[in-house]
């Protein structure tokens, strides 16, 4: 792909990366939901104080990322890696749309009446369909991120992110492990185990594995 077919393509997945990590401003303004503890979902709950400003970028950011995924597959090469990697990230992004308009209702974290609630199948159906949409997004994200990493390094591009990539493919993994053994230890009724934590850091290196994959392909073309 030409310059003109990698700087579009590069603005888009920078700005989505950056919009992905919107969940930060927790750090700056007040929620009254504890990060250690709590689903970044919950942020955007249709209960919560900022609640629109949390859907809105996670609107935008999907938006981003589906569009810059779905321009760069169809520009790519038909070789296996980069269409799976691709088509993830398509996914990704489609999922994270989704999720914005799938809010929960309440915070089930914080709210043991929500949390009751929810186990007894009395909260509205987004909840379930939130579920859905926030596995599909996770799936497309780890197809996407491992495999590029791997066309990186098999098709010899984009060098930062075939150095990079192996150590964030792990490091993602192992946050993915520790976030799903939270919410199953939330599900049986065993406290959160650092549920907010865990899940954190797994958006946070899809957001920074999405900076470096942004900063391979303004380097370089999408592929040879």
Do not use: N
Not at 37 to 42: G, I
Not at 125 to 141: E, P, R, V
Not at 197 to 202: D, K, V
């Amino acid at each position: 792909m030409s310059k003109f077919g990698t700087r579009p393509l590069s603005v888009l997945l920078g700005l989505g990366a950056a919009a992905y990590t919107a969940w930060v401003l927790e750090v700056l303004v007040w929620t009254g939901l504890d990060p250690v503890r709590t689903y970044v979902s919950e942020l955007a709950a249709a209960d919560q104080p900022l609640g629109g400003l949390f859907r809105a970028t996670d609107l935008l950011a999907g938006s981003l990322l589906f569009l810059g995924a779905s321009w760069a597959l169809v520009l790519t090469p038909r070789r296996p890696w980069l269409v799976a990697g691709w088509a993830g990230l398509v996914l990704f992004g489609g999922a994270t749309v989704a999720d914005s308009r799938l809010p929960l209702s309440c915070a089930p974290t914080v709210d043991p009446e929500c949390a009751a609630r929810e186990t007894a199948g009395l909260v509205p159906a987004t909840h379930t369909a939130h579920a859905w949409s926030s596995s599909l997004a996770m799936l497309g994200a780890l197809t996407g991120i491992v495999a590029l990493t791997v066309a990186a390094r098999r098709y010899r591009q984009w060098t930062p992110l075939a150095r990079c990539g192996p150590a964030l493919v792990a490091l993602e993994l192992a946050a993915t492990a520790w976030t799903l053994a939270s919410v199953a230890a939330f599900q049986a009724g065993r406290g959160t185990c650092l549920l907010g934590a865990g899940q954190r850091s797994q958006v946070l290196l899809v957001a920074v594995w999405l900076a470096v994959l942004t900063w391979s392909v303004r380097r370089e073309k999408l592929s040879p």
